[in-house]
């Protein structure tokens, strides 16, 4: 059985860091390209980051690039976000997922992806 268990989450201040690890078990690890969602109150899972099988490419949502990074380490199975100046409007579920493919033009997309994480709240105070 799969499953991605996200931490890290908190409160932090605006203009803080926190950095979110994701571990992975039950599936061959460095088969999936891993993404990060994330989902404020009443509104809909957006994309944050994506990151290829073997971490030569990543992907970013414009809201997050220059202050969010995403990396791997597959010897240990697990995927992280880090999260640098952060704004209130980081705000939300942040979700750790896998994805079979592994072109951007698909790993935007929430339907892309088959394992999800339980999710970590991250709260940003002004």
């Known amino acids: 059985q799969v499953h991605l268990v996200e931490s890290g989450g908190g409160l932090v201040q605006a203009g803080g860091s926190l950095r979110l690890p994701c571990a992975a078990s039950g599936l061959t690890f460095n088969t999936y390209s891993m993404g990060w969602f994330r989902q404020a109150p009443g509104k809909e899972r957006e994309f944050v980051a994506a990151?290829?099988?073997?971490?030569?490419?990543?992907y970013y949502a414009d809201s997050v690039k220059g202050r969010f990074t995403i990396s791997r380490d597959n010897a240990k199975n697990t995927v992280y976000l880090q999260m640098n100046s952060l704004k209130p409007e980081d705000t939300a579920v942040y979700y750790c997922s896998a994805s079979y493919y592994g072109s951007s033009t698909y790993l935007s997309h929430s339907s892309s992806y088959v394992y999800w994480g339980q999710g970590t709240q991250v709260t940003v105070s002004s």
């Open positions: 990151i290829s099988r073997s971490a030569d490419s990543t």
